[in-house]
T-cell receptor, first 115, second 114 residues
Framework: AQSVTQLDSHVSVSEGTPVLLRCNYSSSYSPSLFWYVQHPNKGLQLLLK??????LVKGINGFEAEFKKSETSFHLTKPSAHMSDAAEYFCVVSDRDGGYNKLIFGAGTRLAVHP | NAGVTQTPKFRVLKTGQSMTLLCAQD?????MYWYRQDPGMGLRLIHY???????AKGEVPDGYNVSRLKKQNFLLGLESAAPSQTSVYFC?????????????FGPGTRLTVT
């Protein structure tokens, strides 16, 4: 079965500094991976997804993630944090369960951005 | 185009009471899902539906029932609420079922069972 581990439950950065949110996955085959963002009291929004095309994936709001098979990692980065980036971020892997592709969520990383 | 909407936004129940959460989507999606979100655990799938009139169990189905009588609606029922069901419930929908299909999420329902 697939699983995903988000290595930090909380990350705090200053506005204008880089963001790194770490995610490792386990998979018995080539996975599909996603990052979702959840702003306070809102639903989840897809930031980006990897589905075995380019290993560097660009998403919305300046975020990107790199799929590294050798490290089984899919870390999320952004060169310069903005106050509006403060939210919870979920790394997600798609797992095959019979005829159904289900999403396996990591526990989440809460990003705080300070002025 | 409202996307995915959920009713109600908040609810407090006493142990043993019943209630139904309503999810509606206006994107003509075939697939719909109910998740619960608990602190430190991410989202876990309760039930899902691959089309009108069909439902299936997810990862944590016990204590919940669902129905998909209309394509645009997916109902989640709690027949006898328990404190362990205190959680935030999210509904989602997708056009297709493969990994390339994005799931669109509703804003959530915060349920407290006392």
């Amino acid at each position: 079965a697939q699983s995903v581990t988000q290595l930090d439950s909380h990350v705090s950065v200053s506005e204008g500094t880089p963001v790194l949110l770490r995610c490792n996955y386990s998979s018995s085959y080539s996975p599909s991976l996603f990052w979702y963002v959840q702003h306070p009291n809102k639903g989840l929004q897809l930031l980006l997804k990897y589905t075995s095309a380019a290993t560097l994936v660009k998403g919305i709001n300046g975020f990107e993630a790199e799929f590294k098979k050798s490290e089984t990692s899919f870390h999320l980065t952004k060169p310069s944090a903005h106050m509006s980036d403060a939210a919870e971020y979920f790394c997600v892997v798609s797992d095959r369960d019979g005829g159904y592709n289900k999403l396996i969520f990591g526990a989440g990383t809460r990003l705080a951005v300070h002025p | 185009n409202a996307g995915v909407t959920q009713t109600p936004k908040f609810r407090v129940l006493k142990t043993g009471q019943s209630m139904t959460l309503l999810c509606a989507q206006d994107m003509n999606h075939e697939y719909m899902y109910w998740y619960r979100q608990d602190p430190g655990m991410g989202l876990r799938l309760i039930h899902y539906s691959v089309g009108e009139g069909t439902t299936a169990k997810g990862e944590v189905p016990d204590g919940y029932n669902v129905s998909r009588l209309k394509k645009q609606n997916f109902l989640l029922g709690l027949e006898s609420a328990a404190p362990s069901q205190t959680s935030v419930y999210f509904c989602a929908s997708s056009h297709g079922q493969g990994s390339s299909y994005e799931q669109y999420f509703g804003p959530g329902t915060r349920l407290t069972v006392t």
